[in-house]
């Protein structure tokens, strides 16, 4: 959705109001544990991955409808919803799919490809897409709203050709079959034994604290740090183009992430999480420092832009390898799929409820100040850091799961 933020920047949006609005958007993920079991009780994963690219497609659509009409506001913020829950629906039915579809071997496999396939899709909607709507905006003459609309049609038929693809190369998986055997009560019931479980394992309430809490300065910084980048020099941004956006933060960034999770596995992989548990977690605090710094400075070099997002999102990529190993040491045991993902519901949270409120905090405290409360903060992350005890074999490529 970070398309979206840049959508209401370049369409006069006030901070406060891009990062309350774009914000909820977060809500699917977080209420994901709760829906996604009945997708079972209706027809097949794959009838899923196909009826929500359809939707996702659709909602493009309406927002490239909505943009230049007097209702824009209220036209592209009900697609944004609707693209959101298709998009969380797709994400379980395409998660399901994969596990019924392959073996263990094979999941393993290919996750490497699932990976880079994730990240090119993040390449090509944070980096190629804004620099498309910033090229039609230099020929249209800068009429921006005109020229969001012309990319979104294209997504738009770029979706309905991915879904008429799919129809007819995707597989029909043996076990891909509706549930029947399977009822509303049925999965209530053992939604609630999963979070009675989650809530009762051992060093709950500092795992929750470190879920809900290590996040959080990432849940202030991301949205504001991307306005920051493209809002007006006059303001205190550093008044990228939309091209030049989509190289810094959708091209070179992502890049950035990409190898600093690559790294962080690695040495996680050799050495165990609790022995990289705090340079992770000092790592995760770059984009703070670098944001305070660029707020300073404001550099007008591309180079050096690119250089401070580089090194930001590389520390992000790094020290968020420790979060996410550590959902899943604490998702460990009997129900460890849905308690990962009650775990990454509340992550989603973490990072909701703070952007809700960020852009107003910006607005009333200025970019420079803004980010030196966002680095202030990162000492809640370290307090929530210290109480965890974590097994030192834990990640070793060694251990036997």
């Known amino acids: 959705m970070t398309i979206s933020v840049i959508l209401y920047k370049q369409l006069g949006l006030s901070n406060a109001a891009i990062t309350f609005y774009t914000s909820w958007l977060y809500l699917p993920w977080v209420l994901k544990p709760v829906w996604s079991p009945f997708i079972d009780l209706v027809k097949t994963k794959r009838t899923w991955i196909l009826a929500m690219e359809v939707l996702i497609g659709a909602a493009f659509g309406g927002i490239a409808f909505t943009i230049p009409t007097s209702l824009w506001l209220q036209g592209s913020l009900f697609f944004f919803w609707l693209m959101a829950f298709a998009g969380a629906s797709h994400c379980v039915a395409a998660d399901g799919f994969y596990m019924l579809g392959l073996n263990g071997h094979q999941q393993a496999g290919f996750m490497g490809i699932r990976t880079l396939f994730d990240r090119l899709a993040t390449i090509f909607g944070q980096g190629i897409l804004v620099m498309i709507a910033g090229n039609l905006q230099v020929?249209?003459?800068?009429?921006?709203?005109?020229?969001?609309?012309?990319?979104?049609?294209?997504?738009?038929?770029?979706?309905?050709?991915?879904?008429?693809?799919?129809?007819?190369?995707?597989?029909?998986?043996?076990?891909?079959?509706?549930?029947?055997?399977?009822?509303?009560?049925?999965i209530w019931s053992g939604f609630l034994d999963t979070f009675r479980?989650?809530?009762?394992?051992?060093?709950?309430?500092?795992?929750?604290?470190?879920?809900?809490?290590?996040?959080m300065p990432e849940g202030l910084l991301s949205k504001v740090s991307e306005l920051f980048l493209i809002d007006a020099g006059h303001n205190g941004g550093l008044g990228l183009s939309p091209q030049e956006y989509g190289l810094v933060q959708g091209t070179v960034g992502i890049i950035g992430i990409a190898l600093g999770g690559i790294l962080g596995g690695v040495v996680a992989s050799r050495d165990g999480l609790r022995r990289w548990l705090w340079p992770m977690v000092f790592a995760f605090m770059l984009p703070e420092v670098v944001y305070v710094f660029l707020s300073y400075t404001l550099p007008s070099s591309l180079l050096v832009v690119n250089a401070c997002v580089f090194v930001e999102q590389f520390g992000y990529g790094f020290g968020l390898t420790a979060y996410m190993l550590y959902l899943i040491y604490y998702s460990r045991g009997e129900f460890k799929t849905s308690h990962y993902a009650l775990a990454s519901a509340m992550m989603f949270l973490s990072m909701m409820l703070p952007g809700v409120l960020a852009g107003t905090l910006q607005e009333q405290m200025g970019y420079r100040h803004f980010f030196i409360f966002t680095l202030v903060s990162c000492i809640v992350m370290v307090l929530v850091t210290a109480f965890l005890k974590i097994d030192p074999a834990f990640g070793k490529s060694k251990e036997e799961n």
């Open 139 to 186: 020929i249209f003459r800068n009429s921006i709203s005109y020229s969001w609309s012309l990319m979104f049609y294209g997504v738009t038929g770029l979706f309905l050709a991915l879904w008429l693809w799919h129809s007819h190369a995707l597989p029909y998986a043996r076990e891909d079959v509706r549930r029947s055997y399977i009822n509303a009560r049925t």
């Open 197 to 215: 479980s989650f809530f009762t394992k051992p060093q709950v309430v500092y795992a929750v604290l470190f879920i809900l809490f290590f996040r």
